[in-house]
């Protein structure tokens, strides 16, 4: 069936440091494929997206490109504010699945000055 | 434009209870999904309706189980709660239903079960 696999968190970075979290999916179709981010206490936003190979999906500064060839989404940014300090999910909904988003399981950022 | 709204945000429960929880969607955003959210399982899927009709189930058991209305407002039921049902419950609305279009995601309604 459709998964997501994420990288393991948490991950800590100083201020203005590059960020990459990794993820990578198994689909059995053509998946959308979807990062959103959940600030404490709060539900999830959606961050970016990219619904076909090679797309680019770019927002605040985060970027991630649709990778059929590696089945990944890596998720980056070049310099990273503690305000970014949140939690980041790796998700992807496939049309023959319906209309679920099936979600990895979440990688938490933490900024420090 | 105001955003997905969820009531209550917070709710204790015991044991054997059963609890609703209520979802307002985007004005008008059709399609209204729910999702479970805990720290083992992490995110799932729970349902999701469209015209006040449910189109997708994710793997739960039939006590969970939902409804639309003609404003597209949704509520979620939990009957005979157990320990393991406490969890964020999280409503996302979006303007059709299909993979490609975004859902935006309401709080979520914190649900204890002790």
């Known amino acids: 069936g459709n998964s997501v696999t994420q990288m393991e968190g948490p991950v800590t970075l100083s201020e203005e440091a590059f960020l990459t979290i990794n993820c990578t999916y198994t689909a059995t179709g053509y998946p959308s494929l979807f990062w959103y981010v959940q600030y404490p206490g709060e539900g999830l936003q959606l961050l970016l997206k990219a619904t076909k190979a090679d797309d680019k999906g770019s927002n605040k500064g985060f970027e991630a490109t649709y990778r059929k060839e590696t089945t990944s989404f890596h998720l980056e940014k070049g310099s990273v504010q503690v305000s970014d300090s949140a939690v980041y999910f790796c998700a992807l909904s496939d049309s023959q699945a319906g209309t679920a988003l099936i979600f990895g399981k979440g990688t938490t950022l933490s900024v420090s000055s | 434009k105001a955003g997905v709204t969820q009531t209550p945000r917070y709710l204790i429960k015991t044991r054997g209870q059963q609890v609703t929880l209520s979802c307002s969607p985007i004005s008008g955003h059709r399609s209204v999904s729910w999702y479970q959210q805990t720290p083992g399982q992490g995110l799932q899927f729970l349902f999701e309706?469209?015209?006040?009709?449910?189109?997708n189930k994710g793997n739960f058991p039939g006590r969970f189980s939902g409804r639309q209305f003609s404003n597209s407002r949704s509520e979620m039921n939990v009957s005979t709660l157990e320990l393991g049902d406490s969890a964020l419950y999280l409503c996302?609305?979006?303007?059709?239903?299909?993979?490609?279009?975004?859902?935006?995601f309401g709080p979520g309604t914190r649900l204890t079960v002790t």
């Open positions: 309706y469209f015209s006040e009709t449910q189109r």
């Open positions: 996302a609305s979006s303007f059709v239903a299909g993979p490609e279009y975004e859902q935006y």
